[in-house]
């Protein structure tokens, strides 16, 4: 509100009138004092007069700011201000009718829609539901007000709301019905509100579920067999009693030695991919512990192919998750740069705070680089670049795809930069403790 408005909302008549007769009053009495009626009377009246003019022409101006001809006569004024007032009523009309016309087709909309949609609050209070949400949530007009997390008891649920991750997803079981798989949606609606929608994704979840059993129960059923000729192999591998072709034997332990690592790796992303991390596994990890135990571990490795590996960073620096697991990452990547980098390159190990919630653990190797277009598919499952060096290393293809899933579910991100001839840098973004 400008300061012509002020004037206008504090103008009254009343005010207008005491003004005019505490005037007329001291004039009065100043005119009796000075035994001049009639001048001092004529003098207050002039002032008053001079006050109404100038009130006048605020009204004015404020009219010209809303578009309203400047008139000469207080009739046109009046007759200008009716229609205006007419006009922005009818326009009110027009603006509300078209608001309730919009407001009726998100509601048709939205509650055309097979997913459940729950705004709520910044605080996770229920605002408002459509239809699906009742069938799928069971959420009733009562829970309006309520927050969320109380009407959907699930822990998982609660940890994504807890964790306030806008543009993230969560899959869990509906608390009413253990054979409901539903995917909540997080996404920023207006100034300090989420829209949550819940897609009922138990099929496709059970598809999904079917195939990683059916890779776990194939894997499984191999091992078995597979243990029982690699222990006859490597029986025959220490006889000498001449039957039996020594390169024969040798390229059959190797050929099931790489069945066994491949079914292992198999198994191990199944894990990873159907189940959470145990509570009793999550401790504070040292990265700087973790850097130092990764490159002794590839010593022998890296003197082979006269790898320098050095460690940059001294510091004490902790995330949390599972060691056996984030180790498991971290020697991969390693190993990973001391075969596939070259000989005689520099690799570095080093771990940094990226920022105030996130810290970087990084391997960087200053050797063969990888294809530009190669780079976004190094983490699909068995992509291989050159698949004769990865299996004289004993990879499997697998290796990257691991450590994604392994990040991923200490709620952090794999980063992979690379340049031919110029070297690869792989980093795991954690967020910090
Ligand atoms: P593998 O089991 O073959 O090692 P990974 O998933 O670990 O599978 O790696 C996929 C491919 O990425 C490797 O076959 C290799 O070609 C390439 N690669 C990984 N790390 C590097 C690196 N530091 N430098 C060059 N190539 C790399």
């Given at each position: 509100m400008n300061d012509q408005d002020n004037k206008l909302k504090n103008y009254s008549v009343t005010s207008d009138l005491i003004k005019l007769i505490l005037l007329i009053v001291a004039g009065l009495v100043i005119g009796h004092l000075f035994n001049q009626f009639l001048y001092s009377l004529i003098f207050s009246l002039s002032i008053f007069i001079i006050y109404i003019l100038y009130t006048n022409y605020i009204f004015e101006k404020w009219l010209y700011n809303f578009k309203i001809n400047k008139s000469s006569t207080y009739h046109q004024k009046h007759q200008n201000l009716v229609s205006k007032v007419n006009s922005d009523f009818k326009n009110h009309n027009i603006v509300q009718e078209k608001l309730l016309a919009l407001e009726k087709r998100f509601e048709e909309l939205s509650e055309s829609m097979p997913d459940a949609i729950v705004v709520v609050n910044k605080n996770f209070e229920t605002e408002w539901f459509n239809k699906a949400a009742v069938k799928i949530l069971s959420l009733k007009e009562i829970d309006i007000g309520k927050p969320i997390a109380h009407m959907i008891r699930n822990p998982s649920f609660a940890g994504f709301i807890k964790k306030n991750k806008v543009g993230s997803s969560i899959n869990f079981i509906s608390p009413l019905k253990y054979d409901l798989t539903i995917k909540c949606f997080m996404v920023p609606y207006g100034e300090d509100r989420n829209l949550l929608t819940f897609r009922d994704v138990s099929e496709s979840d059970q598809l999904d579920k079917m195939r990683r059993d059916f890779i776990a129960n194939v894997s499984h059923e191999l091992k078995t067999p597979l243990t029982v000729i690699f222990g006859y192999l490597e029986t025959l591998s220490f006889s000498?009693?001449?039957?039996?072709d020594d390169d024969i034997i040798s390229e059959m332990l190797k050929q099931s030695k790489r069945m066994d690592i491949l079914i292992s790796d198999l198994l191990k992303l199944t894990k990873l991919q159907s189940t959470?991390?145990?509570?009793?596994?999550?401790s504070q990890i040292n990265l700087k512990t973790m850097a130092n135990e990764i490159k002794t571990a590839c010593k022998p490795e890296a003197l082979k192919n006269k790898n320098n590996v050095t460690v940059l960073s001294d510091n004490d620096i902790f995330i949390k998750g599972s060691y056996e697991e984030i180790y498991s990452a971290l020697i991969n990547l390693l190993s990973n740069a001391i075969a596939y980098s070259g000989k005689n390159i520099q690799i570095e190990i080093n771990y940094l705070a990226r920022n105030e919630n996130q810290v970087e653990f990084y391997i960087k190797d200053y050797g063969a680089g990888i294809p530009e277009e190669s780079v976004d598919r190094?983490?699909?499952?068995?992509?291989?670049?050159?698949k004769g060096r990865s299996r004289e290393h004993?990879?499997?293809?697998?290796g990257l795809s691991i450590v994604k899933h392994i990040i991923n579910r200490h709620d952090g991100k794999l980063e992979i930069e690379s340049a031919i001839n110029e070297g690869s840098k792989f980093t795991c973004v954690f967020p910090k403790t």
């Open positions: 000498d009693d001449g039957y039996v959470d991390i145990p509570d009793k596994d999550f190094l983490t699909e499952r068995f992509y291989r670049i050159d004993g990879g499997t293809g697998l």
